[in-house]
Each structure stands twice: as structure tokens, then as C-alpha cells.
């Protein structure tokens, strides 16, 4: 698992409510991701962050806001989830060394949402 | 921008039989390579990498991948496949640069009978 917990695993929430996914790293790797996993779609990223407050957008960042305030996690906030939002949610962090050590990212083993 | 095609969402196999799954990318720089395989209820994990050098890389799993680029293709292959090799199979790129993100392919899923 390279030291990445994924919390909830599972959750089912109600249109219109708030939701925060958790991903907890153990490695200090400097760069983290969120993406979303939807059948024929792959994976898709969703929000991206290269340092403790610097966070940028991926290609699906609607209705989708992030936080890290420490290396070690990074939150994902569904402000007002929608049927549209249900996914299975990957975090992913990668190193920051050149070479061999910064190319390779490493996946948690994901939460799956389901907005009713 | 960079994006990934994998030709086929699902390929059935017969055990012991060889497989290829194809990966076409589109990328205005240079890039480098991944294949990754997902197990049922599992997050991916990385089965071969194309960095530089050689374009013939060898993973896990008796799993290898070509890289071609004049057709810009990355194709995965196994001689001879198991059960447990069931699973779906993702193609990614990501240049080079520090702060560049993998972007996916749709995926492959793979359905290896007895």
C-alpha cells in the first residue's frame, strides 16, 4: 500500500450533503492526487496538490474542493454532493526525486461513494 | 494536453492463451509510460514502466510492453496467462517534468476462463 490510507472506504450520503474524503500518507512524498475511477472513463484527476497549501484543479474539479495542511494528508470536499459524484475515489501520491524514485505514484485502495 | 486510448473495455482469454492489450497516446512532448493492473475491490499497482531506453520493458508478472514511437503506442503483452490475471489493466502517460500528472487510458478489462 507504500503508506496511504484511504478513509472512509465506504460511504453513502444523501444529495445535498457535505462530504470529506481523508488520505493519509506515511512516505512524506510531496505530491498528492485526487482522481475519480468511473467505468470507461479511467481514472480521471480531480484536484492535485505539490506542497503543504499548494493545491491546484485536474480536469473534473467541478463541485469538487481540496485542503492540505499538512504533508501527511490531503482532504477532499464534496461541498453539496450530487448523484453525479458517485465514484470510486483514488488518492495517489508520487515522490519528488528525480530519476528512478520520482516517477512511479502509488495508489490507496480507494473509497467508494454513493450519492442517493 | 496528453490523452490515452486503449482499443478494446473488455477482452476475454482462455487460460494459458497469450494476450495484448493496445495503448495508443497523443502528446505534443515526450512522455514517459506506464501499465497499471487493478484486481477486483483493489487500487492499482504499477506491472511496467517506460522511461527511457530500451523499448521493451519487462514488469511483473511475466507481463511486457513495447513502446513504438512513431506509432505512439505502448501495447502490453503476456505469453501465457492465468486465472489471476483477471483483472482491469490501465494505460498511463505523464511527461516528464516534475509537477506533470498521469493522465488514463479508459481501462481494459480482462476476463481470463478456464
Known amino acids: 500500500d507504500a503508506g496511504i490510507t484511504q478513509s472512509p472506504r465506504h460511504k453513502v450520503t444523501e444529495t445535498g450533503t457535505p462530504v470529506t474524503l481523508r488520505c493519509h500518507q506515511t512516505?512524506?512524498?510531496?505530491?498528492m492526487y485526487w482522481y475519480r475511477q468511473d467505468p470507461g472513463h479511467g481514472l480521471r484527476l480531480i484536484h492535485y496538490s505539490y506542497g503543504v497549501k499548494d493545491t491546484d484543479k485536474g480536469e473534473v474539479s467541478d463541485g469538487y474542493s481540496v485542503s492540505r495542511s499538512k504533508t501527511e494528508d490531503f482532504l477532499l470536499t464534496l461541498e453539496s454532493a450530487t448523484s453525479s459524484q458517485t465514484s470510486v475515489y483514488f488518492c495517489a501520491i508520487r515522490a519528488q526525486g528525480g530519476g528512478e524514485r520520482g516517477t512511479e505514484a502509488f495508489f490507496g485502495q480507494g473509497t467508494r461513494l454513493t450519492v442517493v | 494536453a496528453q490523452s490515452v486510448t486503449q482499443l478494446d473495455s473488455q477482452v476475454p482469454v482462455f487460460e494459458e492463451a497469450p494476450v495484448e492489450l493496445r495503448c495508443n497516446y497523443s502528446s505534443s512532448v515526450s512522455v514517459y509510460l506506464f501499465w497499471y493492473v487493478q484486481y477486483p475491490n483493489q487500487g492499482l499497482q504499477l506491472l511496467l514502466k517506460?522511461?527511457?531506453?530500451?523499448?521493451l520493458v519487462k514488469g511483473i508478472n511475466g507481463f511486457e510492453a513495447e513502446f513504438n514511437k512513431s506509432q505512439t503506442s505502448f501495447h502490453l503483452r503476456k505469453p501465457s496467462v492465468h486465472i489471476s490475471d483477471t483483472a482491469e489493466y490501465f494505460c498511463a502517460v505523464r511527461p516528464p517534468a516534475a509537477g506533470n500528472k498521469l493522465t488514463f487510458g479508459g481501462g481494459t478489462r480482462v476476463l481470463v476462463k478456464p
Open positions: 512516505e512524506n512524498h510531496r505530491y
Open positions: 517506460y522511461l527511457s531506453g530500451s523499448t
